[in-house]
């Protein structure tokens, strides 16, 4: 009854936004209308990538707050990216299979291997050194084809920057690695890499940054094992989807409820729920991650999509929460879909990080195999790589001096993550999991146990930068290191690239786009009232209408005044249901059960009946 209704005009307004991708190529531009549904948009963008199994894959955004989300399909584009400025959204992997090699096209494996190659620069794919070098002599053999002395002189490695604490020791057995793969096309180096990375604790993590009962900070990470934490340079504790019973939200924490055995050597032990806290730093941050985690429960836990049930979490008494409904199609139904592709491999360019390395001619590219049905790399432009993170500091100082200021600044930014040497995780002889939380309505999670000193924070981000925690970014933000070099402590850098702005002058947003729509228009129209029949220009008239000014100029509501007029308007309704119940139940003569009984259950309001008939008669008398 209070909603305004949208013209025709409205919904035909076209909007404007920008795509980036995963080998950071040049974005692309979408229109979208008022009414356009997130699935079409992102259906536009796997349309672009010639891509099928789409499944995996989705647009993230980040919103005014710097807090990320992914682009609900079953909404329209405009409700959910309204505010937002400029208009970017990123096309990134939101569910990470179990085993990558199930992937039916080459070309689906080759966009999991450019994000999981984004999340080892960044510190997010947590392994040894020894792991960590296999997999840059993967990428440099993706990237450069065979080692050849004459192309490759000692040092080439150097331009490349794939580790988030690389040192020359680790170059140079990258390099020794580099010449044992010879032979290997860039399919094969990719497939390897994808092996490698798949049996690593971390693959799939997307850290959010939490804390518990102690207020230490943790590392909680969601995928398709379950959910689990991070504390110094290990994992500290896993609960598998089986054992997961439900996951809740209350303002900043966030709740999961596990099933733990009551009789460990019982049979038939009965179980009970355990909650186990984690409190984010912003009622924003956790919203998200209860949404990823649900997310991810429901993709890799459902049998058959059509039983995704409605969750609901977040519901106060002031606030209605956050519901949400799972949309596509879960993990099997994906599977499935892939084995009846039809279609042939389709080619497509590989773009390499360092367009000044041609890539070698493999020796085994006369095989008939599958692994070499796409196209050789294509050096990308410097002009186009405006968001490149592989380059070296040495080549990043050469062409600082060629780039304006503002391609400098985002092809020279530095990422301050953390590499994990030793063996972190494959090489563990057994899992330390933390002691479990006492059964204090939802408690923060208890005190974690592991077998290194703490020593004290240190900044992850260079002064003056901020860094963003779950999705958000914090005033500051400190970590914790271990006293052991050998084994320093996770520390993902947790810079988002979706937030990254353009070189070019920022898109308006939505709102702007309108605001300028309506200028135009009354400027039109305006101009049109002001010339007379004869063709002259009428000079009574002003120049532009003042009420869009001001207009424009007023701030948005806040969420109190539409609460209070909501209020406002619940009493109202109350006070005239009360009124209207009265005078059906006194001043009627309906002979009905109900009636009878409220009659007999208000009988102490026959006071107030008096009254208002005696009062109605004063009145009366008067006027007569």
């Not at 009232?529 to 007023?554: D, E, F, M, W």
């Not at 249901?577 to 309001?605: A, I, N």
Request: glycine letters at 4%; hydrophobic letters at 35%; a neutral charge.
């Amino acid at each position: 009854m209070f909603r305004k209704r949208s013209t025709k005009g409205e919904v035909q307004t076209e909007y404007s936004c920008s795509i980036r991708f995963l080998d950071d190529s040049e974005p692309i531009q979408l229109n979208f209308k008022k009414d356009t549904l997130g699935q079409w948009l992102f259906d536009r963008v796997c349309e672009k990538l010639s891509l099928v199994e789409k499944d995996y894959f989705g647009l993230r955004y980040v919103d005014a707050e710097k807090q990320r989300h992914w682009l609900d399909p079953l909404k329209t584009v405009y409700k959910q990216l309204k505010g937002v400025n400029p208009m970017v959204l990123c096309f990134r992997v939101k569910f990470y299979p179990e085993d990558p090699m199930k992937l039916h096209e080459e070309i689906t494996r080759y966009y999991l291997y450019l994000q999981l190659r984004r999340d080892l620069h960044h510190g997010r794919l947590l392994c040894s050194p020894q792991d960590a070098v296999h997999l840059a002599s993967y990428i440099v053999q993706s990237e450069v084809g065979d080692y050849d002395p004459q192309d490759h002189p000692p040092g080439y490695i150097t331009a490349f920057k794939m580790l988030p604490k690389q040192n020359s020791k680790m170059e140079d057995q990258i390099q020794e690695l580099h010449k044992t793969l010879k032979g290997q096309v860039p399919a094969e180096a990719e497939s390897n890499f994808l092996k490698k990375a798949s049996v690593l604790d971390t693959f799939g993590v997307d850290p959010h940054q939490v804390k518990d009962q102690r207020g230490d900070q943790l590392y909680l990470g969601v995928t398709h094992q379950g959910i689990m934490t991070f504390r110094g340079s290990r994992r500290t504790q896993l609960h598998k989807w089986n054992q997961i019973r439900r996951i809740a939200y209350e303002a900043k924490m966030f709740i999961v409820h596990v099933n733990v055995a009551e009789e460990e050597d019982a049979a038939n032990a009965k179980k009970k729920q355990q909650p186990h806290g984690y409190k984010c730093l912003t009622v924003g941050a956790c919203k998200y991650l209860w949404r990823c985690a649900v997310e991810q429960q429901l993709f890799f836990t459902l049998a058959s999509s059509c039983n995704a049930p409605k969750l609901k979490s977040g519901g106060t008494l002031f606030s209605r929460g956050s519901k949400f409904r799972f949309s596509g199609r879960c993990q099997i139904e994906a599977l499935s879909a892939s084995e009846n592709i039809k279609r042939s491999e389709p080619k497509f360019p590989r773009t390499n990080s360092l367009p000044n390395f041609s890539r070698n001619k493999h020796t085994s590219e006369s095989k008939s195999s599958t692994l070499n049905t796409s196209i050789m790399s294509e050096p990308v432009p410097e002009d186009r790589r405006r968001y490149n993170v592989y380059l070296a500091p040495s080549r990043r100082a050469q062409g600082m001096a060629e780039e304006t200021p503002n391609q400098s600044f985002e092809i020279t930014r530095t990422e301050a993550a953390v590499d994990v040497p030793g063996n972190a995780f494959g090489a563990q002889t057994s899992s330390p999991i933390v002691q479990e939380s006492p059964v204090l309505q939802a408690p923060l999670a208890a005190e974690e146990k592991f077998d290194m000193q703490k020593v004290q924070a240190v900044s992850a981000s260079a002064p003056g930068q901020k860094t963003p925690v779950n999705g958000s970014v914090p005033v500051d933000s400190s970590f914790l290191e271990t006293s052991i070099d050998s084994m320093p402590s996770y520390q993902p850098n947790m810079t988002m690239d979706d937030e990254e702005e353009d070189e070019r002058t920022p898109k308006p947003s939505l709102d702007e786009q309108i605001k300028q729509l309506e200028e135009q228009y009354e400027k039109i129209t305006s101009d049109q009232n002001h010339i007379a029949p004869g063709g002259k220009v009428g000079g009574a008239a002003p120049k532009a209408n003042p009420a869009p000014t001001s207009s424009s100029k007023s701030p948005p509501k806040s969420m109190c005044a539409t609460c209070c007029k909501v209020l406002t308007y619940s009493i109202l309704f109350a006070v005239l249901l009360m009124v209207v119940t009265f005078v059906v139940l006194f001043y009627t003569k309906f002979d009905h059960p109900l009636l009878d009984e409220g009659r007999k259950q208000l009988q102490f309001l026959e006071p107030v009946k008096h009254y208002i008939d005696d009062s109605v008669e004063a009145i009366a008398n008067k006027f007569k």
